[in-house]
């Protein structure tokens, strides 16, 4: 609930827009992000495998993200446009940190203390239940604040949001971690405590990469890995452009959060059933969905058919069924087939790959959306989609691949 309410991709970028801050700047957001997260992929997987407890972290990382949008959230309210400007570099750099250490942290105990049927039910039951929580909290607060000025009804949702990350800090300490491996000192790779060098760290992850490369488990995940991160970045520039048609309406961001808390209630369900049949079809169906909805935002912005704020919501909609399906089903995936010596490193490693992409790429889509328009980047988005498509079709049907490597 938390991640919807004050989901950076969202409500970063389109309070950015709405401050007047310039869309370059609001795009390269999304490039300060990717590098946030290729800096916790290359430093922090090693971090994350040397903990017992994972959950101490886990609620650490949520204080922090909290912190992050408070600070956020006051600067817009009483900060100067250098101040905002600031405020906004630096939460979206530690909100990248800490949700990159988080994504890590998660995929390595779920691995731990749930099998595999359990997995599924436990993320695709969340998804679901979430997103109709999220729904029924900012209905509410859209309408008490009905008559507020329309940047008072966004920090009322990012509050609500906040209150929520402090709370899922407060849930984590109540959970009880144990294992379902019968040895992890067994399959864990063997590390000694070194002093930290930054030289011996690069060639470790040179080492991890070629070790990892020569396993076909490993090559299948980081070619459907790569081919869908376009499906993730869509969202922050459907976020500015929502913002650029109408970033003065108090149903702006209402709209989208609304948006994006229905779709988690529509894909829990939605992929659950699908990923039962093939791991495969949820990939392609993903990514099918996410190139469909760039061409609706495109197509609509030339030849208006539905009216703004809805078509942006509409497209949202559309983009986080896909995202969520996507990004859940490969987690999935990952963690079955991965064998538990390998799978902090193989997050890792796949991890710094996607990134570094994704920071260039997000760079060139920023650049593209300054200098012509943000839907021109939102077109390219959806052609790289629906090429992924056709790759994940033409990939291995990932539910028949031996956990094995």
Known sequence: MAWTMA???V???????SLDLPVILAGLLVTLRQSACL???LFGTPVAASRPSKKIDLAATDVVVALCFFTALAAAAFGTPLMVTLAFVSTIALI???GEYQSILNTDLYG??????????????VMTLGGAGTAALVVTAHQLFHDSPPFTRHAVIVSIGILSFLTASAVLMLVREYSTSASNDETAPSQTKKRFSLANHMRQIFSNFELLIGMSWFRRYLVVRIALLTVEMSIPFYAILAALSHNTSPKGLTALVVSSALALFVAGPLWQSVAHLSTRTVMIAGAAM????GTFLFSNHFMPVVSSPYSHAIALFIVTVAVK?????RSLYFIDVA???YRVIGLGVSKVMVRIIGVGLSMVLATVAHLQHVVWAILILALINGTAAVLAYRAYDMSDVPEKA
Do not use: H, M, W
Request: hydrophobic residues 45%; positive net charge.
């Open 7 to 9: 989901n950076p991709s």
């Open 11 to 17: 409500v970063v970028s389109y309070l950015a827009i």
């Open 39 to 41: 800096i916790t992929a």
């Open 96 to 98: 990248g940190l800490a």
């Open 112 to 125: 731990d203390v749930l099998q595999s049927e359990s997995r599924n039910r436990l993320l695709y039951s």
């Open 290 to 293: 996410a190139a469909v909805a």
């Open 325 to 329: 399906g996507v990004t859940t089903a």
């Open 339 to 341: 064998p538990k010596r």
